[in-house]
């Protein structure tokens, strides 16, 4: 008799274990399967964010068991940085020499000796049109066309870099104010420049304000945003970007006329005039489309322009 009970308590116990390996085998495997990126790279995912179906982005679907939330918390394999957080302690914020507070997100100034494009938003805040992205409550903007120039940059064998830090985190730690963000960009870029020799371009990208039909384009049978370059004139080395702009007019000019609107020198009472430019004699100040553009439109222009930037560099 006690055999007989003995022996059902074992298999008791071994089915539980198997049901627990078959659980955690599935968990596992879920994660592993859910977590696959059908995109690589920026510009991919939003293509696919576009599209009118969108089944196909599974990775976006997270399980909402309580096993899934706790591997989660502790190894998000899409976030490691929770890795980070989890292990290590953040540095304290740091005052600068300057008397402002440092943005804890980054301290360390991105470095790559074979980077030859910079670009960064002093205004990271500009918005695109993007009715098929607010499903995923996701706001298109420069910092994304950012990005995605990076891709096309990238696939078009020229090392980018963009910049990572949060300027409207920044100027809140310090109570800038919206007009004092050519400071706040200043800041970052000052360093970036400065670690990079190798850089040829610098673009600080933005977008304009003006009608659509004014800032909107069709070439090759798709809308596209159109461009405009902007070149501050209140600074004694303002000529060398101001050729750098006209260079990378005329080439785009040469393939495709209606897709630019020129350059734009500002200085005078109204206007910043410097735009940080005085830094280097390689800055432009990008604005592509307006607010009234969507990111696909800004997309297709990306897409029309890394062409002309590979061949600008390689020329530099």
């Given amino acids: 008799m006690k055999k007989v009970k003995l022996k059902k308590r074992r298999f008791k116990w071994r089915l539980l274990v198997y049901m627990f390996f078959v659980f955690l085998g599935f968990q596992v495997s879920y994660n592993i399967i859910m977590n696959v990126k059908l995109a690589s790279t920026n510009d991919e995912f939003i293509k696919c964010l576009l599209v009118d179906s969108n089944y196909h982005m599974l990775y976006e679907k997270k399980a909402n068991n309580l096993f899934n939330r706790l591997f989660s918390y502790f190894f998000d394999i899409n976030k490691p940085v929770k890795i980070l957080e989890n292990t290590f302690h953040y540095k304290a914020n740091k005052v600068d020499s300057l008397g402002y507070v440092n943005n804890p997100v980054s301290e360390v100034s991105k470095k790559e000796e074979k980077a030859l494009v910079y670009i960064y938003n002093t205004h990271q805040a500009e918005a695109y049109q993007g009715k098929a992205l607010e499903n995923y409550n996701i706001t298109p903007g420069v910092m994304m066309a950012s990005y995605i120039f990076q891709d096309r940059l990238k696939k078009e064998g020229i090392e980018t870099l963009v910049l990572e830090d949060n300027l409207i985190d920044y100027m809140n730690l310090n109570n800038m104010?919206?007009?004092?963000?050519?400071?706040?960009?200043?800041?970052?870029?000052?360093?970036?420049?400065?670690?990079?020799?190798?850089?040829?371009?610098?673009?600080?990208?933005?977008?304009?304000?003006?009608?659509?039909?004014?800032?909107?384009?069709?070439?090759?049978?798709?809308?596209?945003?159109?461009?405009?370059?902007?070149?501050?004139?209140?600074?004694?080395?303002?000529e060398d970007n101001l050729g750098v702009a006209n260079k990378l007019n005329e080439m785009v000019n040469e393939k495709y006329p209606e897709l630019t609107r020129g350059v734009l020198v500002k200085g005078g009472a109204g206007n910043n005039g410097v735009y940080n430019q005085d830094l280097s004699g390689k800055m432009i100040l990008l604005e592509v489309g307006s607010d009234s553009n969507t990111i696909d439109e800004v997309l297709n222009t990306i897409e029309l322009l890394s062409p002309i930037v590979k061949e600008f560099v390689n020329e530099s």
């Fill in 177 to 238: 104010k919206h007009s004092q963000s050519y400071k706040a960009s200043r800041y970052f870029i000052s360093n970036i420049i400065k670690d990079n020799p190798s850089l040829k371009l610098i673009i600080d990208l933005h977008r304009d304000s003006i009608p659509k039909e004014k800032s909107t384009v069709s070439i090759n049978n798709k809308f596209c945003a159109k461009i405009v370059f902007v070149v501050g004139s209140e600074y004694d080395s303002y």
